[in-house]
């Protein structure tokens, strides 16, 4: 990215590379290695002289201007996240400009220092999506390449696991690593010539007087955490799109406020988001223990039998294993800590032999949308359209997003493209969306997940009727308990739960797995945790739900700590952020609003 700094003399462009890694797209390869002189050949001042300018490169042509107290530019479509959704979204429109011989400008921005950073899932991959987008994807080397040989799935007890009927059908998918398959589509989508520019975070919607949606702006660089300006100190830029997509994954800042803004929930008839905490690890492990392509799911312990959840065990290769658990977020216990629970499941005497010996490479955790058909909001807005996880397309009983995810991302841009060459309405989205596979995968499953609202066994005896006799045909639809944060009971019903010590062997403290998890943030900034009453943590949640805060987030980030008094006060620990967004959903009273932290902050995933 470059940004124009006026003087009294003469504009200069000079590159922000701060903070970030930016990917090089078909043309600004050529200007970052080029000198500052060199780059000026690229850009065009027009004869008005009215402070817009004009790049040149191989893919048509973009306006900057400086007319505003920050810098513009200017694309056809902007995308907001480089994940699957965001990703393939890019890659389908670069296509169809090749396919229709025209031309459009796509920019991609992400969060993240690099593309993948910030992507982590279990992740058996259904291809459904990429062969539609990337027929040819076995011949270009995507990181896909350990076919699942297995399934399995176990209901466990205290010290016991009983092996039941698979429900699953993962013949023909993959044991994957997303941030690897994210980084591959990467580089795909800069190959057709959609720009990249990673390390940016996107923090404000831009709207014209219309009410509709011109783009985004990224977050300022360089504030320090009393507000003032350092040293390093750097505008946000404004990126603004004839259209922009939404990708931001599950939870989107952005997304949530579009989506409250323009009632996009009650106008797609949806019902409350559900949502589920995913805590995962990549194992090495020894060569004897190591199954390419085993799967295995399980229900049941730790967990009681009113929250839902469960965990996962895939091996991947190079005698890589990944395993994790996920807890829906509408249990009641406050005492509950889902960290704690995973590190109690890995000491189970059916896991506990296949991790000893092994190391840990990687940790990390996500939010992940349960509510499934039931809760799609209306995904277009004045402007442009929501992708991807951030709408959320999660199959439950599959345990699969990202095919649903990528095709969301395909079927938006094909609306985009003909919106910005044929006139149509970007409403077609919606109407492609009810009309594709993922419609119909979605309302197939959709009394999974609220069938476990009664608990575990009459959620079982429920799914299994769904499946092995309705498949997906029931009469009627079933609606989701409370939402997340009003399923929270008051701690005085319930018993503090007593974890046992982490071992060092397979179960380990909070700050051990944070360092593997790469999560970085420059410490001297405005925290991107806001609280909207600062009392509240005191006040209420301590007192009503014993501070569940420092039991939700699986990073520690909120710490109660005595003052000079010995009263208990609400610390938050940003940097320690892995960008989960547990505490927006789970916090009681819904007073923790999660904005970006300044661009490239975050965990660092690699195998994840």
Not at 105 to 113: H, I, L, Y
Not at 159 to 179: E, M, Q, T
Not at 344 to 349: L, N, Q, S, V
Request: proline share 6%; glycine share 8%.
């Amino acid at each position: 990215m470059y940004k124009f700094i006026s003087s009294s003399s003469k504009s200069k462009l000079i590159p922000l590379l701060s903070n970030s890694i930016l990917y090089k797209s078909a043309y600004s390869s050529n200007l970052v290695s080029n000198s500052r002189n060199e780059i000026s050949k690229f850009f065009h001042k027009p004869k008005n002289g009215n402070g817009r300018w004009v790049l040149w490169g191989q893919s048509g042509f973009r306006s900057y201007s400086s007319e505003s107290d920050r810098e513009t530019m200017n694309y056809d479509v902007v995308i907001v996240g480089a994940g699957p959704a965001g990703l393939s979204a890019a890659i389908k429109l670069k296509q169809l400009c090749q396919q229709k011989e025209v031309d459009l400008s796509v920019c991609v921005v992400e969060k993240g220092a690099e593309v993948g950073a910030h992507n982590l899932s279990g992740n058996v991959f259904e291809p459904r999506a990429l062969d539609e987008l990337v027929p040819h994807w076995k011949e270009e080397e995507a990181p896909i390449d350990v076919p699942v040989t297995s399934d399995n799935f176990w209901l466990l007890m205290e010290n016991r696991a009983f092996s039941l009927p698979s429900p699953f059908d993962n013949k023909g998918n993959y044991v994957i690593s997303l941030s690897q398959l994210v980084r591959w589509l990467g580089q795909k989508a800069e190959e057709l010539g959609v720009e990249i520019y990673s390390g940016f975070a996107a923090s404000e919607i831009l709207c014209n007087e219309h009410n509709e949606v011109t783009g985004i702006a990224t977050n300022d660089m360089g504030v320090a955490k009393d507000g003032s300006r350092k040293e390093n100190y750097q505008r946000g830029v404004a990126l603004k799109g004839r259209v922009t997509l939404l990708a931001e994954g599950c939870r989107g800042s952005l997304s949530e406020k579009l989506i409250k803004k323009y009632n996009l929930r009650e106008k797609g008839q949806g019902q409350h988001q559900t949502y589920a905490l995913g805590i995962k690890e990549v194992w090495e492990i020894d060569a004897d223990k190591h199954q390419p392509g085993y799967v295995l799911h399980t229900l049941g312990w730790p967990l009681d039998q009113k929250t839902y959840g469960g965990s996962f065990l895939y091996h991947m290769k190079d005698r890589q294993i990944a395993v994790g658990l996920v807890v829906a977020l509408d249990y009641e216990n406050p005492f509950l800590n889902p960290y704690e629970e995973y590190q109690r499941f890995k000491r189970h005497p059916a896991i506990r032999p296949l991790l000893e010996g092994g190391t840990v490479l990687q940790y990390g955790a996500r939010s992940l949308n349960e509510g499934g058909f039931q809760s799609i909001p209306y995904p277009v807005f004045p402007g442009g359209a929501i992708i991807g996880c951030s709408a959320g397309f999660l199959n439950v009983p599959k345990i699969k997003g990202t095919h649903t995810a990528m095709k969301s991302g395909m079927l938006a841009a094909e609306s985009a493209f003909s919106m910005l060459q044929e006139g149509l309405k970007m409403e077609n989205y919606w109407d492609n969306l009810r009309s594709s596979w993922i419609w119909e995968e979605l309302y197939t499953a959709r009394n999974y997940r609220p069938a476990f609202e009664y608990g575990l066994y009459p959620g079982l005896a429920l799914s299994a009727v769904e499946h092995y006799i309705l498949k997906g045909r029931s009469p009627v639809t079933l609606n989701h308990g409370k939402p997340d944060h009003e399923a929270t009971r008051e701690a005085q019903l319930f018993s503090p739960i007593e974890y046992p010590k982490p071992d060092g062997v397979v179960s380990f403290d909070v700050p051990t797995s944070l360092y593997r998890s790469n999560t970085n943030h420059d410490h001297d900034q405005p925290s991107h945790l806001h609280l909207k009453d600062p009392t509240v943590p005191e006040n209420v949640n301590l007192p009503k739900y014993a501070g569940p805060e420092a039991r939700y987030c699986p990073a520690r980030v909120y710490e109660y700590i005595p003052d000079e008094t010995g009263d208990l006060k609400l610390q938050i620990n940003a940097q320690n952020c892995l960008h989960c967004k547990a505490c927006s959903i789970k916090d009681p009273k819904q007073n923790i609003e999660w904005t970006v932290p300044e661009g490239g902050g975050g965990p660092g995933y690699t195998i994840m």
